[in-house]
């Protein structure tokens, strides 16, 4: 045994020491580093790399400059207080920051995360010294899939203390790529409906973050050919089961919600209309869904009385504004009533504009 601690003892002194030209101990890297006037330093330690560098959603993409100790760095912004995706270009491969233990849950790429808190007024998704509701992670069968399937469920604060209370159901989604942490991890949901609910904008609810791509479930080269919409399939008969047996839910179209981002808003549109019994809060944020849904568009006085809110929000410089104002115009001109919202200060397509639509219709949800 004291060979072992001995050992371990050394080898945590050589994670610590690097052979510098002159020898001496590593020095300590930060990174990011936010300074007081809101610009970012950035900071990655690689003596062997010939090119580094940093991708960042606020300023684009910057070559990163070399100095003592192998360490590349640069300085961006300033920057307006949020939450921004980076990475870095390590001769050609993107990395994540490794000095960063904020990353975005994706599919494929792996970004870090940037928060900028600013000193001025806490932003919508700030930590702040609330009630906090609770989130828990979830596997449930999913006779469609015939797996075990994901998802993240937000209980609002208190919830485990009145266990005869229940509570409306928002179903959320996050977009393509993402995995069901977006919505938490970068959305932070949670935090944003733990502020609203202090100040009294927005009701008690439960949210769910169901997986939109359950194809990702199965090995690469498994034959789904004939499977269909196995993601509304899983909704609505297993998903929604499983939350509703699981938590004190009111089981009532009135108290139900569906909406998300990108794909995820096509995804809670298309699910929302199509079940109208189930559902009568609709939310798309920066997307669309199709305009062949029988019995919903030709027939606006029945589809107006089954929906309590038609909630829809673009930025006008996202590259999905012209096929999202179409469908609004769509909308519009076949006499279905919906709210609109639209931005152009938050970079497009991006997760800046995601958190600000949700935060605006949280506060509409379940409202009489």
């Known amino acids: 045994m004291k060979k072992l601690t001995l050992f371990f003892l050394a080898l945590i002194a050589m994670c610590q020491m690097q052979a510098q030209p002159g020898g001496g101990r590593m020095m300590q890297v930060s990174s990011p580093v936010v300074n007081p006037d809101n610009t970012v330093t950035f900071n990655y330690r690689d003596a062997n790399a010939k090119q580094v560098l940093v991708d960042v959603q606020f300023a684009g993409r910057h070559e990163m400059v070399k100095g003592e100790n192998g360490v590349w760095s640069i300085t961006l912004g300033p920057a307006a207080p949020d939450i921004y995706p980076y990475c870095f270009i390590v001769d050609g491969t993107s990395v994540m ?66 266990p005869d209370k229940k509570y409306p159901v928002f179903y959320l989604i996050s977009g393509t790529t993402d995995t069901e942490e977006v919505y938490f991890k970068v959305g932070r949901v949670n935090f944003i409906l733990d502020n609203l609910i202090a100040e009294g904008a927005a009701k008690e609810m439960i949210v769910v973050l169901p997986y939109g791509n359950p194809m990702k479930y199965y090995p690469e080269g498994t034959d789904l050919r004939g499977k269909g919409d196995m993601f509304s399939k899983d909704l609505i008969n297993d998903l929604m089961p499983f939350v509703e047996k699981n938590y004190r839910t ?24 199509q079940n109208l019994d189930k559902f009568s809060y609709l939310c798309s944020y920066s997307s669309f869904t199709t305009t062949a849904i029988p019995g919903v568009y030709d027939d606006a006085e029945k589809t107006n009385s089954l929906i309590n809110l038609f909630w829809l929000g673009v930025g006008t410089d996202d590259f999905l504004y012209g096929n999202a104002k179409d469908y609004m115009d769509f909308l519009d001109a076949k006499g279905i009533k919906n709210v609109k919202e639209f931005t152009s200060d938050k970079f497009g397509h991006t997760w800046m504009n995601a958190k600000y639509f949700l935060d605006k219709s949280l506060r509409l949800l379940f409202q009489k």
Do not use: C, M
Request: proline share 8%.
């Open 97 to 162: 920051d490794p000095q960063n233990p904020d990353w975005f849950p994706n599919e494929g790429f792996k970004n870090s995360l940037l928060d900028i808190r600013g000193t001025g007024e806490p932003l919508i998704h700030a930590v702040k010294n609330v009630p906090h509701g609770s989130v828990d992670y979830v596997n449930y069968y999913s006779e469609t899939l015939g797996l075990y399937g994901n998802a993240i469920v937000y209980t609002p604060p208190f919830y485990d203390q009145n």
């Open 250 to 273: 009111i089981n009532d179209r009135n108290y139900r919600a569906i909406g998300g981002f990108s794909r995820g808003g096509n995804q809670g549109l298309a699910n929302g209309l």
